[in-house]
Each structure stands twice: as structure tokens, then as C-alpha cells.
């Protein structure tokens, strides 16, 4: 994977830091090396992160482990020479990986050749003047030491040179003067010699102390910022896409100097963020991150902090006051050996105790706060530290992949090891490394790799805004990350016990809040405060998304709207039903009235917000036809029939039963019906909604008793008929107390669950015949022992004057199940992959040994069901037919002109066709001829088949989990045909073919959701997918095959299996390729290649 080249490229960056010697020992010297870590690099490239930062590695005595150059041009021999370097330099490219390395200039070492030659040299010479002097050590007496407690003072005396030289840091790394024209032409060449080799950024090592002025505390001088504009100019002048890093440990408002207006530093860190988030969940109280931030100042566009949660140094506790670095001493630091200067030597993990929960926190708020995010090496397995080990060394040891000898890290004696491994029982390389984690789907390794990929797969993280929101809740932090459209919402329980809040997110109405690490939908956003509940230390981070659909479990409740308001002059149903018998001439005029505004204004707009309704824009009017009124002792309801014409004069007719609720009887429950609420209504003094009566239970109650009872009730052009079923019995009994529910099915139908014993469906198109679904479901349940249905319970037919039978509801024995097959596939899938993923397992047939066992099952259940719609039927409805020459023309035909449709599209969306897909578009246009001429032959062959009812829609979204078994729903036909289509007879072989192809579809849906975070292991999962496929379907096919060979039903020959199994599948995939060019959806690539792939002349 080549490094994308973005000169802002540093704005999304991961940043990964080590230190070449401490990663892995390649040659058995005990020191790490560039080879070892060209070694590691798949690992690095694995974990997600993007550029890694070096630690130096240039010669050096190494009295502060590296930062004490002595020569700016090579590589230590410890760790290998240039040709190492380069190599590495072009294997991180080759993986995507940006070098972003140390380029120390402040000071130098002792043993430079340029501080040898600088004390030998005149007092006011060129060569005297590279480093700082002075003939006593009082100048510059403003400047603080910054190492109190190992450096009485910032000067040191040269016995060679008879003068004092200036030290920032420790007495020995004498500082250069930059008031010297030679030592920044000489930092020049340095520069450029590394940006030569390839290194992608540099890190500017103690910049605030470059420049020295008497009078000044000698720290961010304007002199300093002089010389940064004249590197970063040079920098743009030759190297565009190249990095510069400011190291200033200072408050953000002199860091934002370091930026200068987009001229300095690209980068700086953000040193007061970090012991603020560990000062945050020490107090449980967001104040310190809130507070810092909001200090802040914005920064150029093309500009960006580096934030982190620990690195190579010690704690740095300088960018807090007195009373905050005692508290942060007190809580994380009890033991004195753990301080270092100002700060605190420890590692992430025993900082905070090694608690999971609270790593994850800090590294959550680290990778969505604004910035770059840094992980220091080894805080991704959760390594400890040595406070026996001096200085910084304690967070400075190997790195541990293994847990057998030095942790894996080098194949030398232990003695010989440039610093000991972590040995300790709980931090030790035995219980803690690499291997191991990776094995470990739940690891904080693999957990951290996932962490990291959310955040690449969003820019906002990167380089969105930042806005804080004020909950009362103070321990809760929570803010909005905004960014070209995408808003993302980071709430974080600082405390460790679990806290409730309630967010004001009234301007997001609508939005769907998208959970990013379980990829999970949360109820929808509304004017109301939006209220979380997270586990102590527990966060979540949401897109608050447009094109995410509620949870399907989630119920509306709403604050009830202006409603048109309709006022009714009678006692009953007069007023809507046209009977005003009641009224008498005086309230004729307003019961008149109130019906136009029913038809014109309020059912308009009730129809058009359905889910249930195709909303057309041909509609002219609406208008009520027929009404009955339907009363008995526990309520009293309006059948209705709606007439809906259309700009062609055409007429179609919906039922609409209708219902009051009255505030008196309980104003929460008029909020809860909102969703089907058509109108207010006023009688008198008395106030209420009109609704839909499927959402009154003492209507959907007394439906099912008519069932039962066998009732009809007289219109004055017709009649409704209750009928139950033979599967009635035992299951029903009124009067008994039931939850009632209701649900919005995939294709916008209302279903109202009676007590998890049956479900009631209501139809509203109301077309003549018999509904295909009704009809099949009640063959089935009568007259078939096929018992893998939602078993038919009872119907509510309208039988006209004319004697034309509409179907109004049925109601199905409700079926325990787990949900569809489609949903279980996408679970098992997501669960799978991310194994995969982690483990980086290769595919084995034996580990879908349990999935493929259900395809099994699914198979038999399907070809059970197909036989049992094949049973003799008397009326012929039902049972087999020969296929005959005319069905196979028809259905080739067909298939050809969807193939037309599809290659319209394609021609007219090439030009704009991603460059993934743009390839197989022009096979398929090549291979044109080729597909027509194979239908031609198909069209004409001798095919010796059977066609029988079929479920018409056949696919893992219509089939159900129950129990390890399967219930098949939704039977009848796709919605898009027409009625007369639906109850066609077909070969069996489409509805096999419809779910093999969904098949392909879930592998290719799960495939998609993984890659779009992890894009760079899609080759090696999208192998895994197809193993699954190939594995599902192969069970699923053969299944079915064993389980109807011996039935006429299927073919007798395996080539008229095969060809109109081929058939339909490319039937199927034209559909989908079409669909996806007619959206414009980025995988359209998929279904085309697939095409090519069935199209492909078998061997």
C-alpha cells in the first residue's frame, strides 16, 4: 500500500513512537536495530497506525539515551548503518508508513566535533561562536533550569576553552548559538539530509530555547521564531509534502507561536492537554479538559496539535500549577522513585493501575480530542515500567512479543541486553505480549487496532471542530466533533461508578446517533433531552447520522403536534359517516364542512406520511367512500374505505378504519399515538385525536373475536368477513390481559403483536382477489403438514356489492425466532472477520462447521416447502405443471430485457464509474454479445421441468431463526409485482437461486462493513468471505438437491439444473448491478464481476 499523498496528510495521522534500539534485536547484540524493525513493520502496518515516529539514533555517547548527538550525519553502529536506514525508509513507504524522526538542534554533545573544535578555538572566532560562551556565568540570570534537580545552574565551566559555555539542558549538551549564520547553515544541511533519504517529517527537539537575550527568560523569542520561518521556508520551497514537528513544553497560547500564520510548524504538542485528562478521571470532573481546551487559541488551517498520553520522557508536570502537580504527585506518583524533575516516570498502564477500563478511556479521549494522536510503544499490549531502572530508562525497556526468553525480543543473554526486560508477574513479558494478545480476540491489543481504525475512517477526528456541551452531570465530558457535514458525538463517564445524563441535542431532531465501536443505532434525537446511562469509565462515541434508520424495537413518542382540528357534531360517527340524523339542519352545514377538510387537508397528509403508503405525486383526491360504523360495549370505531384518484382517472382504495381517544381518558397515551394520529377532533368541551384503529388494542381485540366467532358486519354496498382458521383454536380467549405491540415490518406494514400469541396484519390497498400471500399462508396452514410457517390464524375479508373479495388483515400464529436469517448472517459474519482479522487465521472450511450445518437445515426447510406447495389442489391454485417452451421464452425474454435496461445504465454511468469498477464495466460491455447468444440458447433448449407456486421473494431477509431452525415468511411474491404475477407457478430453481444469491450478497454486505474501517485488509478477508460463501451455499444446494431428488419437482437432468439455475442468479445479479448504477453506490463493481463470473463458459 503506497503512502497517500496529501501534503495535510499529517492531520490524519496515527502516530506510532519508538525507539529503534528498544523494538527488536536482529543480530543477537542485545540492542535493537533497523533490521529488526524493518522486520516488524507488518505488525505496525497492522495495528492501524500511520507514521512512526524514531527516537534518535544517531552516534552518540549516549548520556541522554541518544539526544546527546555527536554526529548529525550517519546512524549509531548499534542499531546499523545508511543503507539500513534506506532500507527501512523505502519497506515503511511501500506499507503506507510516514518517518517522522528527531532533529535536535538546540544542543549537541560534548564529544561533537563541533564543541572539540569550538573550545579549541580564539575566543571571537567563527568556529568559538558555533556554541554559547561567556567569561562568567551570571548572563541570561532570568532563564530558569529546567533539570532542578541534577542542574544548579545553566552555565558550566570549559577548563580548555577558560569559559563558561550555556547548557539548557544538562552540562553536557552545550546549546548552539543561532546568532551564528554558519550553525543555522550547517542545520540546514542537516535537514536536508535526512528529507533526502526519505524521512517524511522532524521533530524540532526543545524549540522555546533556541535564541538567548539578556533580560528575557530566554524561552520563545521572537528571534527563535525568525529561525523556525526561515527552516519551514526552505522546507516549502523543496519539500511540499514534508513535516516539521515543535516540541514546546510550554501553555497553548506561546505554542501557538510555533505555528506562527501557517509559516512555522506544522505540528506542536499539546502539553497541558495530557496530565489534565489524568487529573479529569482522578477528580471525576471534566473541569480540567473543559478548562484547558476553551484556553486554547485556534490555529491556521493548514496547521495541528500532536496530543498524547505518555512518551519517552517523564510525565511532564510543568504546564500545571503547584496545587495541581501535588495532587497529580499524590494520586498517581505515591512512591517518590516514580518523580523524575517535575514530573512522573511511569508507563500508561501502571499509572492507572493496569484498569481496563480506565486505559480505555484515556485512549478513547486521546483519539477524539483534536490533534494527532501519539501511542508510545508497547501502551498498545498495556507494557509496564521499572522504577529500579535510572532516569527515564524505566519506560525506555524491549519490547515484549513473546512470552519466552527477554520477551522475544533478542536471542542474546540477558546480561547482555542494553536494558533488562519487564519481568514482574503482572506487567512481565510472560503474562504481557504480542503473541499473546493477538490470539486473544478481546485483547487490549486487538481492541486498540479497532480504536485505531474508527478513528481513520473518520476525517472529523482529525480535522473537525471541537464544541463542548454543559450537562449538568459534571462528571460527564461530552462534546460534538464537527466536520464537512459529519458530526460526531464523544460522551465520557469520567467517574468509576455508572452516571446517567441528559443532553440538550434539540438542533440534531431527527438524526439517528450511530454507536462507532459496535456500530449500533440508538433511538432517534428529538426536541427533548437526548437522556445515556455509561458504565463506570464508560464512553461512546456516536455519528449522529441522516441515513441511519431507529431501531427497529424503538417506539416514536412525541410531543403532540399542531394538528388540524376537527369538530364533530354528534354523539357518535355521524359527522365523518354522513349521517346526521342527529344533527338536525343547524349542524348539517358544519358536519359537511368538517368531512371536506377530512378528505381535502387531513387524509392528504396522514397517507403521504405512512410507511405503508407508495407515496405518489399522480394523487388528485381523496375522498371517503364507504363507512360503517362498528360499536360495541368496549368501543366504537369507523370502517372506512378511502377512494384515491388518480390525474388518469384511475381509482384505488384503501381501508382506513378509524378511532377517538380522549384527553380525559389519558393525555400520555394520545402521545403515544402520534404516529397514527389523522387529526384532533373537539367535541363540545370535550378534546381528542382521531387515529388509526390498528393502534386502539380493544379494536385489534374485538377483530380477533369476530375471527373466532365467524361475524360478519353489513356496509351499506358490502360486508366484512371474519373468518378463523383451523390453527384458531386454544389460542386466543377474549377478555384476557395482553401486551399488545407494534412494529413496522422491511416492507412498511403495520404489525400489531398480540401478547407474543399472534400477530395481526392489516392491508390497506385494498385490490380485488385473492391476496397471494393469504392464499398461500392458508393453504399452507389447511391443507399442508408443512409446519416451518407463521401458521394462518384467521382473515378479515370485504366483500363488495359486485361479490369482489378484497383481503383487510390476517393474523398469524405468532413464532418465537431470533430474528432473520439475514441479520444472523451479518452477526456471524462481523464476528468472524474480526477474528480473522485479528488472528489473521487462514480460511478452514471446518470452522463454519456449526453455519453450515443451518445452511443444511435451510435447504431441507426449503425444499420441504416447495413439495408441500406442489400438493394437489382441486381449484389449481396449487400443484405441478410441465414447463412448457412458452415459460422458458417468456422468462429469457424477460431476463433480456433487464439486461437491456442494465447496459443503458452502464453506458450512460461509465464516465463516472469509480476506477475499481470501470474496469469490469468494460468486460461486461465486451462480453454483450457473448451473454445474449448463451440466453438466445436457452431460450431454445429442451428443458424436461415442472413449475409449481413459489415464494417468489425468496432470501435470507424472508426466512426467520427459530430455535436452530427456520420459519419462512413474507411468502407471495416481491411487493413490486402485480397480483396476477405473484400467484404465476415457476420452477422452484428461481426461489434456490434467490437465496444463493443472497448468500453472496450478505458475504458481500459484511465484507464492506469491515473493509470501511480496516481498507487494508480486505484482500486477505475478502478470501474469507468467499470461503464462507462458497461453504454455505455448496451445503445449502446440496440439501436441497438430496432432499427433492426424487421429486418431480426437480429437474431429472443436471443441465437443465444448471442452466436455469444460472438463469435466475444472473437474473438476480442484473437487478443488483443495475440498482447500484442507478444510486451510484460504490460497490457496483461487485455485482458486475459477479456477472462476469456466471456468465463465464463452465470447464
Known sequence: MEREEDPLWYKDAVIYQLHVKTFFDSNGDGIGDFTGLISKLDYLQELGVTALWLLPFYPSPGRDDGYDISDYHNVHPDVGDMADFHRFINEAHRRGLRVITELVINHTSDQHPWFQAARRAPSGSAKRDYYVWSGDNTKYSGARSIFTDTEGSNWQWDEEAQAYYWHRFFYHQPDLNFDNPHVFNAIMHVMRFWLDAGVDGMRLDAMPYLCEREGTNCENLPETHAVIRRMRAELDAHYPDRMLLAEANQW????????????????????PLMPRMYMAIAREDRHPIVEIMEQTPDIPENCQWAVFLRNHD??????VTDRERDYLHQTYAVDPQARLHL???????????NDRHRIELMNLLLMSM??????????????????????????????QWLGGANGGFSTADPEQLFLPPIADPVYGFAAVNVERQRRNAYSLLNWTKRVIAIRKAHRTFGRGTL??????????????????????LCVANLARVPQAVELDLSQYKGRVPAELM?????????????????????FYAFRLATDVMAPAWHEERQVLPDLAVLVLVDSGWGTLAGDHAENGPRNQLMAERARTQLEREILPGFFRSQPWFANRTDVEKFELGETHEWVIERGGWLLAIV??????????????????AWEDEGESRLTTLLPATLAKVRRRARLGVLFDAFWDDAFCQAVISNMEAGLSLAFERGQVRFHGTSAFPGIFREGNAMNVTRTVSERGRLLVNMGDRLILKGYRWLLAGVHPELEMSRFLTEKTNFTHIAQLAGTVEYVNAEGECSTLAILERYAENQGSAWAHAQDYLARYLDDCRTRQMRPIDARHAVYTALAKTLGLRTAEFHQALARPDPAGAFGMEPVTPGDIAEWVSNMRAQMDLMYTLLQAELPRLPEAARAAAQDLLAARPRFYRRMTRAAVADMDAMKARCHGDYNLRQVWLSNNDFLITNYGGGLERAWRERRWKHTPLRDVAGMLFSFSEAAAAALAHVTAEYPDAGPALREQTDNWQALATDAFFKSYRRAMKEHPLFPSSPATVETLVTLFLVEKTVAAASHALAQQLATVDIPMRQLIRLMRPKR
Do not use: W
Request: one cysteine or more; hydrophobic letters at 35%.
Open 518 to 538: 459496535g456500530r449500533s443505532a440508538f433511538p432517534p434525537i428529538d426536541v427533548l433531552p437526548y437522556q445515556l446511562t455509561l458504565s463506570g469509565h464508560g
Open 370 to 399: 483534536p490533534g494527532s494522536p501519539i501511542v508510545y510503544y508497547g501502551d498498545e499490549i498495556g507494557m509496564g515500567d521499572d522504577l529500579q531502572l535510572g532516569d527515564r530508562n524505566g519506560v525506555r525497556t524491549p519490547m
Open 252 to 271: 497553548p497560547e506561546d505554542v501557538r507561536e510555533y505555528f506562527g500564520d501557517g509559516d512555522e510548524c506544522h505540528m506542536a504538542f499539546h502539553f
Open 314 to 319: 517523564e510525565l511532564t508536570l510543568e504546564m
Open 467 to 488: 464544541r463542548f456541551l454543559r450537562p449538568g452531570n459534571r462528571k460527564i465530558l461530552a462534546y460534538l466533533r464537527e466536520y464537512e457535514g459529519e458530526t460526531i
Open 643 to 660: 377512494i384515491l384518484t388518480l390525474a388518469n382517472g384511475e381509482k384505488y382504495r384503501y381501508a382506513m378504519p378509524l378511532a377517538l
Open 343 to 353: 514530573g512522573i516516570r511511569r508507563r500508561l498502564s501502571p499509572l492507572l493501575e
